[in-house]
Each structure stands twice: as structure tokens, then as C-alpha cells.
């Protein structure tokens, strides 16, 4: 089936709030090794606290968690469309901010407002995408938005490695300033989008809600069949939960949708437990600790791991609506978990672990063996590969597919909240983590994938090709979701035979 240019179109611009957060995250890990930036945090002095860094990478996340969780009612009264107005506005203050900061004050407050206004992204934009794109290529459509992530964190890796030679405030200043041109262009492009045909049923506007549906999905014709039968399943599905008023977050806890919630929660915080951000956040000390000497080299292999993590994230785009969420999910913890465990295994096996008498903290030397350095590189970028595929857009997609409608803005506010204070926590922890267990830092996250790839194949039902209005009967199945995804199989294989069979006989 062939969906209109227009649809692309729409879901590619609206990912550029992805793009916000990527840039914003990625953009720091560069920033917070530059001289000029260290002096002007500090007072002139030469290198910041591991409380400091924390701080300041994690203060971008609790805004996170703030504004994912307001992003919610904004999205059911104001609309989600309005609501991606209104963060893209709110990211450019918390930009400015950042860019004209000089002292540590000003740095973690304009951390926080950007914060907010990537966390209603984060939220809003998906739930967008899930509510615009056809069952068919619905993973597609909400993929994008890890894919402009990983644009956003690629771009921002070789900006930083471009000005760190300035000696000014320059340095830190232009690569921070850039990232409020996107917000910007989104922020006004927002009112050129179409409304969610769903959010626009919910409110009676339904000739609006058909027509947006027609021009994205069939190039404008009303009367095209599955055009006509989306739009009669959406109007069926609010008028059934209009007949027994579902509107509070109770509901969230109630019946089915407490199932979706706890998987959707579930998987928000598992996408965390990764280490993903963490080696995104802190890519320039991790290759450091793999014997990567010098700011400039460390920057050029972490500017190296963003271009990967762009490409390996388009085999998503493409197949991830032809494999399944479940595969993919498991496939991808089984990786990762793989990479990280030999990563931490060869660094503790070959490293030397020394305390720095300037920082007083633990590191890792591996200048000693070379290969033993680049095997620790290249498991990290096997990770950050398996992530692009996997879990990175797989954990924005299943969140904003599986609740009902009169729910979907509030549960996607929970799960998305849920993975901001994971976040959160995590970027606490792990610098900490890496100087004082430092190796032992890639052992844990790589058992949290382990763990991962179990819980999801026996909990997780599949969605692919399921419409939003057809997910009350997925999670309508058992809780061991493995004995349902065998029956299916089995089901697919005895029809495959009964149809091979039937060929045969009309061939004789």
C-alpha cells in the first residue's frame, strides 16, 4: 500500500524534536571538557567535581521528568500539536540560557528549563507520530524520532570536536547556541502540522479528523477503504469510552491498561539500565579509560560512535514493522549485554586501576596494551550499534502504541516520566561509578541487558500490525506473553501448510 508523501513528510518534521534532545544531550559530553567552559563553571579552576558533572548533565534530565509529566493534560486539552509549540518554545529560553551562562548557577538552570521542554517533546511527539501513522509502518513513522536523536548526538560530537581549539567562551558558547535553531524551526513549523485525527474525533471534530486522515493516508480520498475503516474504528473506540467515562489516571491501574502501564513503565526504565546515555553522556572518559589519549582523539572516536549510531538505527526504520518488537528487543539486550560484559572483562584483565593525586579519584590505564584498548573501543561501538536497532527506537515505540485512547496522553506521560527519572538517576550514579569501580561499571549494565532479554520474552506481546484501536484485544491475552507468541507461530505454520496443501491439490 502506498501512504502520501505528505505523511513523511509531517512525521520527519515533527521528529526534529528528537533531534532537540540528541543535540542537547550530546553536546555536553564535549563541552564539559573544554578548558574555557571548566574555568568559567569553576572560578579559573582546572577540571570540575564528578558532583559537578553530575549535576550538570542531570539537571537536563529531572526537567525532563517535570515537563514529560505536564506534557500530559497539555496534549488531551491544548492538543498535541499546541503542546510541541509550546516546549519547542520553552527549549530555546533553556538554550539561551545555556549559551550565555557564566557561572555554574546559570549553567544548571538553563539545564533545567531546556529540560522541561525536551521532556513534553519527548512525550508529545511520539504520541503524535502513533496517532498520524497507518498500522503498517507505525514503528517506522515513530522511529524517526530515534533516528533524529541520533542525528542530534552525532551532530553535536563533531561540533564540539570543531571548536574545542577556541580558547574563549566561544568554545562551549557556539556549540550550545546551535541548538536553538531546530527548536526554533520547529517551534513555527508546528503551525503548518495537521491535528491528531484521534485527538480531533475525541472532541467531536470529526469531518476534520476524516479529512486529515485521507490527505496523510490516501492522498485526499475520503471514500479510500481503510481510510473509511480507521476512521469508523477510532469514532467506535471513543464512543465506547465515552459510555463508561474513562478519564482519570485511576484508570491507568485498573484492568488491562495496569498491564500495559507496568510493561510500559517497564520498558522506559530498561531502556535506561542500558548504560546507553551514560556512554553517550560520558563517551570522551570512557575512550579516555580505553587508552585513547588526548582530548582531540577521544573527541574524533566519540564524533566516530555517533556517525554508528545513525546508521545502525535506519535497519529499524526499515524492517522494524516486518521483524516485530520482540525480536528486535531481545536480539538487540542480547547484544549488548555481549559487548558490555567483554568490554568490562578485558578492561579489568588487562587495565591498570591507579588513584589520580590530582582528582583523588580512580581510573583506569590501559595505555599499556593496545589491542586490549581498541578490542574495549570497538565493543562499545557493538553496543551502541545494538542500541540504535533495538531498544532505542523500540522504547519510544511500544509506549505510544499500547494504550487506549482516553488514556494515551496520560500513560504516555507516565512511561515517558518513568524513563527521564531513570535517566536521571543513572547520570547520578555513573560518574561515580566510573572512578571508583570504573571496569566494574560495563559488568553491571551488561547483566541488565541479560536480564532485559528474559523479562521481555516472557512478558512483552507483540504489536506489529495491530491498528491503536485493536491493542485492548493484545493485552487482552495471558501475562506469560512467550506461550502466546508460540501458539501464534504455530498457528502461522498451520496455515502456511494448509495453504501449500490446497495449492497441490488444485495443481493436480
Not at 32 to 39: E, G, K, R
Not at 377 to 401: L, R
Request: charged fraction near 15%; proline fraction near 4%; charge should be neutral.
Amino acid at each position: 500500500m502506498a501512504y502520501s508523501l505528505q505523511l513523511y513528510i509531517v512525521c520527519a518534521f515533527t521528529a526534529i524534536g528528537g533531534f532537540c534532545f540528541g543535540y542537547d544531550s550530546g553536546v555536553v559530553s564535549g563541552v564539559l571538557t573544554m578548558p574555557p567552559f571548566i574555568a568559567a563553571m569553576t572560578g579559573g579552576g582546572t577540571f570540575l567535581k564528578a558532583i559537578q558533572t553530575s549535576v550538570i548533565t542531570g539537571l537536563l534530565l529531572a526537567g525532563c521528568f517535570v515537563g514529560s509529566l505536564f506534557a500530559g493534560p497539555l496534549c488531551e486539552r491544548l492538543s498535541r500539536k499546541v503542546t510541541i509549540i509550546i516546549a519547542s518554545a520553552v527549549f530555546c529560553i533553556g538554550a539561551a540560557v545555556q549559551t550565555a551562562s557564566n557561572s555554574y548557577d546559570m549553567m544548571i538552570a538553563g539545564r533545567f528549563v531546556a529540560g522541561l521542554g525536551v521532556g513534553s517533546l519527548s512525550m508529545a511527539v511520539p504520541l503524535y507520530l502513533s496517532e498520524l501513522a497507518p498500522k503498517e509502518i507505525r514503528g517506522r513513522l515513530i522511529s524517526l524520532q530515534q533516528l533524529m536523536i541520533t542525528i542530534g548526538l552525532m551532530v553535536a560530537f563533531w561540533v564540539g570536536a570543531g571548536t574545542q581549539y577556541i580558547e574563549s567562551s566561544a568554545a562551549y558558547r557556539i556549540p550550545l547556541g546551535i541548538q536553538i535553531a531546530p527548536a526554533f524551526v520547529l517551534g513555527i513549523g508546528a503551525f503548518f502540522l495537521p491535528y491528531s485525527p484521534r485527538w480531533l474525533v475525541n472532541r467531536g471534530r470529526n469531518d476534520e479528523a476524516l479529512a486529515v486522515l485521507a490527505r496523510l493516508h490516501s492522498n485526499g480520498d475520503k471514500t479510500a477503504p481503510h481510510v473509511v475503516t480507521e476512521y469508523e474504528e477510532i469514532v467506535a473506540q471513543v464512543e465506547q469510552e465515552r459510555a463508561v467515562s474513562v478519564s482519570s489516571y485511576l484508570e491507568l491501574l485498573k484492568g488491562t491498561v495496569r498491564r500495559r502501564l507496568i510493561l510500559g513503565v517497564l520498558i522506559q526504565i530498561f531502556q535506561q539500565f542500558t548504560g546507553i546515555n551514560s556512554i553517550m553522556y560520558y563517551a570522551p572518559t570512557i575512550f579516555q579509560q580505553a587508552g585513547v589519549s588526548g582530548r582531540s582523539a577521544s573527541l574524533i572516536a566519540s564524533g566516530v560512535n555517533g556517525v554508528l549510531n545513525v546508521l545502525a538505527t535506519i535497519p529499524a526504520i526499515l524492517f522494524l514493522d516486518r521483524l516485530g518488537r520482540r525480536v528486535v528487543l531481545i536480539s538487540g539486550a542480547c547484544l549488548m549485554g555481549t559487548a558490555m560484559l567483554l568490554c568490562g572483562i578485558v578492561m579489568g584483565a588487562t587495565g591498570r586501576v591507579f588513584e589520580n593525586p590530582e582528582t583523588g579519584q580512580m581510573e583506569v590505564d590501559m595505555s599499556g596494551n593496545i589491542h586490549a584498548s581498541y578490542f574495549c573501543i570497538v565493543m562499545v561501538y557493538f553496543f551502541v550499534a545494538g542500541f540504535a536497532y533495538s531498544w532505542g527506537p523500540v522504547g519510544w515505540v511500544y509506549p505510544a502504541e499500547i494504550y487506549p485512547l482516553s488514556m494515551r496522553a496520560k500513560g504516555t506521560s507516565i512511561t515517558t516520566a518513568a524513563n527521564w527519572l531513570m535517566n536521571f538517576i543513572i547520570s547520578l550514579f555513573v560518574p561515580v561509578m566510573l572512578t571508583s569501580i570504573t571496569w566494574g561499571t560495563y559488568i553491571f549494565f551488561g547483566c541488565c541487558c541479560a536480564v532485559m532479554s528474559v523479562v521481555v520474552w516472557l512478558f512483552y506481546p507483540e504489536t506489529k500490525g495491530r491498528s491503536l484501536e485493536e491493542m485492548d484485544s493484545v493485552f487482552s491475552g495471558r501475562v506469560l506473553a512467550f506461550k502466546d507468541a508460540r501458539e501464534a507461530s504455530r498457528r502461522t505454520k498451520e496455515q502456511s501448510a494448509e495453504k501449500d496443501s490446497i495449492d497441490e491439490k488444485e495443481q493436480v
